[in-house]
């Protein structure tokens, strides 16, 4: 048996939810911009009270690990590293990307998606094409953060920092059905939507339910973090931007 908090902050997505032995009892979230500092705690209180559960019957807590936003990433960390420290129970770190790369497949199993522009299983098993799964997440300008995963789940391109332009993943392209989503896809669809092996789901977000399946296999296995050391994974330095304040150039 195990009862699973799981804390998405990666993006500009703030989500909790909760799981019990893998399956989704409840969840939280809003899409507000740079809310997460003021309202993730109050999402786990909800989510609390609308459970009836305690904080004492959790067995874990699952934090989004990234890459993502700086800022995002510190926010749910600190509250998930807290939480441990306060109920002493075991930290479990989730890659952000792998997460989203889970929401992807549950959408491209799904009926509508199948719809849209014939990726069905049966084309693609009738053709040899492989389905991969691209989760990008904005990293401004023109980079994304991204990370390829076939059907299993297993990464075949690690996760990177990269710029987008028309020669992007053409190396995967041949022989493959590559799915792109996330709030750094957009970016790609003026270089690689006219492509007939790419697929773009739009309004995909991450979601703390993604974590779910991955949080339960690692909470079986022991595979928890040291509370002490883990830190975030930013993939990129932070650059803090130029502060806007009258009277000063």
């Known amino acids: 048996m195990s009862l699973i908090l799981a804390i998405e902050t990666a993006t500009s997505v703030c989500s909790v939810a909760f799981a019990r032995n893998g ?8 899409t507000t911009p740079n809310a997460h500092s003021s309202i993730l705690t109050i999402l786990i209180e909800e989510l609390f009270r609308e459970a009836g559960l305690r904080y004492a019957d959790l067995d874990a807590i699952a934090v989004s690990m ?4 700086y800022t995002g990433l510190r ?7 807290g939480l ?34 014939s990726i069905s299983k049966i084309e693609n098993r009738k053709s040899k094409i492989e389905n991969l799964f691209c989760p990008m997440i904005d ?4 980079e994304v953060y991204c990370a390829v995963y076939n059907e299993d789940l297993k990464e075949v ?54 974590m779910i399946s991955l949080a339960e296999k690692r909470f079986q296995s022991n595979q928890f973090e ?24």
């Open 75 to 81: 926010i749910g960390v600190a509250t998930a590293k």
């Open 139 to 142: 990293a401004r300008r023109m």
């Open 66 to 69: 990234g890459p993502g936003s």
């Open 157 to 210: 391109f690690s996760t990177d920092a990269r710029i987008i332009d028309e020669n992007s993943f053409r190396e995967l392209l041949t022989g493959h059905i590559l799915i792109f989503a996330g709030d750094g896809a957009a970016k790609c669809k003026p270089f690689l939507a006219s492509h007939h092996h790419t697929r773009f789901i739009d309004d995909f977000q991450a979601s703390s339910q993604y």
């Open 226 to 249: 040291d509370l002490a050391y883990f830190e975030p994974y930013y993939l990129k330095d932070f650059v803090a931007g130029k502060p806007k304040v009258k009277g000063l150039s």
């Open 84 to 117: 441990c420290y306060g109920l002493d129970k075991p930290l479990i770190a989730i890659p952000t990307l792998q997460a989203m790369a889970v929401g992807i497949r549950f959408k491209v199993q799904g009926s509508r998606f199948k719809a849209n522009k």
């Open 23 to 30: 399956n989704l009892l409840s969840i939280r979230e809003i």
